[in-house]
């Protein structure tokens, strides 16, 4: 059993923020490119192309971010089956350095649609031979370490939201830009807006460092350890999102972080994801710990019933 490469490239300027390292949009932009690989090594060569009659829609991500990425680094990708059901299936992408240190992980299902309607429907046995030709085994830095992947009913909602007092972290509209081919919005465009709101989540966790005990003099900055992405809707061009997120416990290295994006026409969710979170000094490249008092401020701002 053995993985195939999927993708390779490298990681652009405008790619990276103020951290120094890749944003991850655009881990999830690349993985999508290696979704589109790992299609074709499955017989499907141009399933996201116009005119497909059948595609794949991602039903969840299960991240883990393992290495920083750096303007300037070349990166490749493998992938490869966990397993298969009649219309869905569980695929491992594997983001690497070219020393073979794994940079990110992503543990994707992925259901088999008619490209208009997005309706599941049985993956054809020709796919199903090849598939077993591409099974692979869950590497330990691959599992979940944080977060569990268990079946979830979603408790998010607009009307929950506001009774929770859960703080706005970002409103907009999805354009044609945001879109595939079938007219969907491309699944990094959810992480796009989480990364974009985060600081409205994530000031207060810096502020309590400032006060109790960060580094004198340190830049302190943040890093995803790891993510689960549940995609529930497919805004179309047009469709308007708000997010709503917050802090759901810490401890003295990590937050916990819970976003709901939805749909304020109808109350209801387009996409959950939890993510685990670090402050991270940005000049020794190290985590920034936090003192009990921190964590305490912290954990009295923090919704404990908060859950995806």
């Avoid at 829609?57 to 680094?73: D, K």
């Avoid at 709101?197 to 000031?203: D, N, T, W």
């Amino acid at each position: 059993m053995a993985a195939v490469e999927v993708w390779g490239g490298g990681v652009n300027t405008w790619e990276c923020d103020r951290m120094g390292h890749m944003n991850v949009r655009y881990y999830v932009a690349k993985a999508m490119d290696g979704l589109a690989g790992l299609a074709a090594e499955l017989g499907m060569p141009r399933v996201f192309a116009p005119g497909a009659q059948a595609t794949l829609v991602v039903r969840e991500h299960h991240i883990r971010f393992l290495r920083e990425a750096h303007p300037g680094s070349f990166l490749f990708m493998t992938g490869g089956v966990l397993e298969m059901g009649e219309c869905e299936a569980r695929l491992l992408l594997t983001l690497f350095h070219p020393n073979g240190e794994p940079c990110a992980t992503f543990n994707t299902v992925v259901a088999h649609v008619t490209a208009e309607e997005g309706r599941p429907f049985p993956w054809p046995q020709r796919i199903r031979e090849r598939a077993k030709a591409l099974q692979v085994e869950l590497e330990d830095y691959a599992a979940p370490r944080s977060i569990r992947l268990d079946p979830v009913v979603s408790a998010a909602s607009l009307q929950r939201a506001e009774a929770l007092n859960l703080r706005r972290a970002g409103r907009g509209v999805f354009d044609v830009r945001d879109c595939d081919a079938f007219g969907r919005m491309r699944p990094e465009l959810f992480m796009s807006k989480l990364s974009d709101g985060i600081s409205q989540v994530f000031g207060g966790a810096t502020s309590q460092l400032v006060a109790n005990g960060a580094p004198e003099g340190a830049r302190i900055g943040g890093a995803a350890l790891e993510y689960r992405l549940l995609y529930f809707g497919w805004p179309r061009a047009g469709d308007r999102y708000v997010l709503r997120s917050g802090l759901s416990d810490c401890d003295e290295r990590v937050r916990r972080l819970i976003h709901w994006l939805l749909d304020p026409e109808t109350g209801r969710p387009w996409g959950v994801a939890e993510a685990i979170v670090i402050s991270l000094d940005l000049d020794a490249r190290k985590v920034i710990k936090m003192p009990p008092e921190a964590q305490a401020a912290i954990r009295r701002e923090a919704y404990a019933e908060l859950t995806l």
